[in-house]
Structure formats: C-alpha cells, structure tokens
C-alpha cells in the first residue's frame, strides 16, 4: 500500500464548477498535512496546510480526519487557473521533517 | 517569503559523465536540506536528506555512491550525479526548511529543480 494515495484523475470540469479531491495516508503517527499544486514541468508549491479543524483560504477548503487518516481539498468556483496537479503531502511522524508526497490529482478547467 | 535556488534548470549530459546540481537558500539558514527526483507522471521520491556539516542520510534503495551529497555551508547542498546514465534522466528536486518560520515548522520550500537528461 502506497504511503499517500491520491485520485490520479484528470478531473476536467468547466469555469465555475466546484471540485473534490480525497487523499489517504497510511501512517497513523503523521502530523503535519499539506495540499501542494505542481504545474507542468515545475516544483511543488504550498497551496495550503491542512489543520485537524479544517481550514478555509479563498475559494480552497481543507479537511481532515485522523481518524479515518483522510485528507481533502474543496476548490469553488474553478478558475482556467486553477489547473495544475495538486499533490497531497504527509510528514513522515517521526522527528525528520520529511515529507512523503502523493502521486498527485491532475484538475484542468475548461472554458 | 524564504526562497530556495536550484542550479541549473536544465542539463543534457552524455552518459558516463558526472553532473551536480547545486541548492541554495537564499534568505535563510538551512541545516537540513531534501533531495528528490520525480519521473514523469510519478510522485517526488525523497531520496536523501542532507545534514550541514555531516553525512547525508539515503532512502532505501539510493546509491550514496551515486548520489553524492554535500552539505559545506548553512546555505548550499550539492547533489552530484556520477557517471549518469540515461536510466538516471530525471526531475531533480531540492527543498529546505526555515527553522524560524512563523508557519508550520515543517512547510518545506522547494528549489526550481533540475531536469536532467543523459544522452
């Protein structure tokens, strides 16, 4: 079983809609959560941290559930933008600040 | 915010020759630094993590001999790839942590990696 495991998608969805993605960790000791957005060719970058209360930036909303060791992302009003591949990101729980990346979910937005 | 350099962006090299790829962190201090590769349409696989001033530790799986890493000063990590092979072209990426950041102390900031093809 994969560490992290994500949809790999695509989700082609239109201007406006809102969209889902779900990721799954394995190893119960993770503490820190990250939702990342790689574009074609490029490193990662931060979307957003994921907290245990859940989280809102903007149009993008962050759950998680330690229970069931899920994480999600909600993205409203969907930007041509917003297309990209969006990599779920665990800490590995120890005490080395590695991160373990899901093979990321690729959204494009069509007009 | 902190930023990470990654130099060069891109290489083609010919296969049996050595090539290093250098990380810097520009406005802040790093003891640790990442590396990882990315095959196309894969994830980041952390390959090793490299600690200033001692050895780099490896993944499983990751050739130290390979994979040298050197960690001279707070701010620079070098990963040299020796006699590459073309099994060995790959999305190189490097990524540090700020130990002052005001944000989650393990967010990691990301170099613009090195995409490496041996011919």
């Known amino acids: 079983r994969k560490e992290v495991e994500q949809d790999p998608g695509p989700f082609n969805v239109p201007e406006g809609a809102t969209v889902a993605f779900n990721c799954t960790y394995s190893n119960s000791a993770s503490q820190s959560f990250f939702w990342y957005r790689q574009d074609c060719r490029k490193e990662p970058k931060l979307l957003m941290s994921?907290?245990?209360s859940g989280n809102e930036d903007g149009r993008f909303t962050a759950q998680l559930n330690r229970a069931s060791q899920y994480i999600s992302l909600l993205i409203r009003d969907s930007k041509l933008s917003d297309s990209a591949t969006y990599l779920c990101v665990v800490n590995r729980g120890d005490s080395s600040y590695k991160l373990i990346f899901g093979s990321g979910t690729r959204l494009l937005v069509r007009p | 915010g902190a930023v990470v350099s990654q130099h060069p962006s891109r290489v083609i090299c010919k296969s049996g020759t050595s090539v290093k790829i250098e990380c810097r962190s520009l406005d802040f201090q790093a003891t640790t630094m990442f590396w990882y590769r990315q095959f196309p349409k894969q994830s980041l696989m952390l390959m090793a993590t490299?600690?200033?001033?001692?050895?780099?530790?490896?993944e499983q799986g990751v050739e130290k001999d390979k994979f040298l890493i050197n960690h001279a000063s707070l701010t620079l990590s070098t990963l040299t790839v020796t006699s590459a092979h073309p099994e060995d072209s790959s999305f190189y990426i490097c990524?540090?942590?700020?130990?002052?950041?005001?944000?989650?102390?393990?967010?990691?900031?990301f170099g613009q990696g090195t995409r490496l093809t041996v011919v």
């Open positions: 994921v907290y245990s």
């Open positions: 490299s600690n200033e001033g001692s050895k780099a530790t490896y």
């Open positions: 990524s540090a942590r700020d130990p002052v950041s005001t944000t989650s102390n393990t967010e990691a900031f």
